[in-house]
């Protein structure tokens, strides 16, 4: 759990894995979804993105780094 530090201070962000982000991320664009945090990395663990759906609803995107 986290807080932003600004409205909303309370939130919960669902996460979709999925075997490639960056690829997944151009098929929301292609929908009519918008990126909000590009790929970033979770050093030794793997990465994640945040995008919006054409809702405005805000999800996560993970992936695990291949052990």
Known sequence: LTSLGHPPHQYVTFY????DIEAT???VEKNGGKRMI???EVPGVGHFAWFQD????AL??????KR
Request: aromatic share 4%.
């Open 16 to 19: 979709i894995e999925v075997p």
């Open 25 to 27: 991320l151009m098929q």
């Open 38 to 40: 590009p790929k970033t």
């Open 54 to 57: 054409p809702e405005g609803n």
């Open 60 to 65: 996560g995107l993970w992936t695990s780094m």
